[in-house]
């Protein structure tokens, strides 16, 4: 099992970049990982993905050319680097983990996570 920080949200203005981080109790070498976000009332959005080697990556096409996801395992650490934010980026924002070695689901779905941290806010001023 692991257990899951994140850090580094905050209030910015639209336009203005924001780094997530998200550390982990022990190693994430063999975790995949992934960014979501929920903003209030909405349902929980798939944001980005990294695999455990960090070979692939995906994005929400509402991220995509905007944020940059990227891990450091020696470091038990999962990023994510957001620039040109906008109000509509708004949310509470969480990471995920999942054993490598699970099959099946599909990593774009909560529910192919079973271990979340507690999230951290971000909110984008017009």
């Known amino acids: 099992q692991v257990v899951l920080v994140e850090s580094g949200g905050g209030l910015v203005q639209t336009g203005e970049s924001l780094k997530l981080s998200c550390v982990a109790s022990g190693g994430i070498f063999n975790y995949d990982m992934a960014w979501f976000r929920q903003a209030s009332g909405k349902k929980r959005e798939f944001v980005s993905f990294?695999?455990?080697?960090?070979?692939?990556?995906s994005y929400g096409d509402s991220v995509k050319g905007r944020f940059a996801i990227s891990r450091d395992n020696a470091k038990n650490t999962l990023y994510l680097q957001m620039n040109s934010l906008n109000p509509n980026d708004t949310a509470e924002y969480y990471c995920g983990a999942r054993p490598q070695e699970w099959t099946g689901g599909i990593n774009r779905s909560p529910s192919y996570y079973p271990y979340w941290g507690q999230g951290t806010q971000v909110t984008v001023s017009s």
């Open positions: 990294i695999g455990a080697g960090g070979g692939y990556i």
